[in-house]
C-alpha cells in the first residue's frame, strides 16, 4: 500500500504522526516552518492532500486568494483533497464579536467559497 503525504498546515501544537506538520513557527519539535501567505517550498503535484483546521480565517482575503488557494491547487496531486475547518456563518449560531475573536480577520460563507475556488 502506497503511504499517503498529507500536508498539515497550520498545525500549532497539534502533531500527527506521519504528516508534514508545519507552522509560521515551532511550537514543538517536529514542525516544519512554513507561512501559508508565502510561495510554498514543496513541488508542483507533491501531496496527496492538505488539511488545515481553524488557521485560515486568520487570513486577509488578499492572501487567500493569491497565496494559500493557488499554492494549494498547485502542490497537490490530480485527485488530491484539502480539508479544511473554517468559521462559516451560516451554521454559527455566535455572535460576531465570537466569530471573529482570536486574531480571526475574516468569516466564510458557502456562497463566497464558491465563488473563490
Known amino acids: 500500500m502506497e503511504h499517503l503525504k498529507i500536508l ?3 498545525c500549532a501544537n ?11 513557527k515551532v511550537w514543538i519539535p517536529g514542525q516544519q516552518i512554513m507561512d501559508i501567505a508565502q510561495p510554498w517550498p514543496h513541488e508542483d503535484e507533491s501531496v496527496d ?5 481553524h488557521v485560515l480565517q486568520q487570513l486577509t482575503w488578499r492572501e487567500l486568494a493569491f497565496v494559500t488557494f ?15 475547518g473554517v468559521p ?14 482570536w486574531k480571526n ?5 458557502f456562497d463566497l467559497l ?3 475556488l
Do not use: Q
Open 105 to 109: 480577520t475574516n468569516l466564510f460563507s
Open 14 to 24: 497539534r502533531i500527527y504522526e506521519e504528516f508534514i506538520n508545519t507552522d509560521f
Open 114 to 116: 464558491k465563488r473563490v
Open 8 to 10: 498539515h498546515i497550520g
Open 49 to 53: 492532500g492538505i488539511v488545515s483546521m
Open 88 to 101: 462559516m456563518v451560516e451554521i454559527m449560531d455566535r455572535p460576531l464579536e465570537y466569530l471573529l475573536g
Open 70 to 84: 493557488p499554492e494549494s491547487y498547485r502542490v497537490l496531486k490530480k485527485g488530491g483533497v484539502m480539508r479544511v
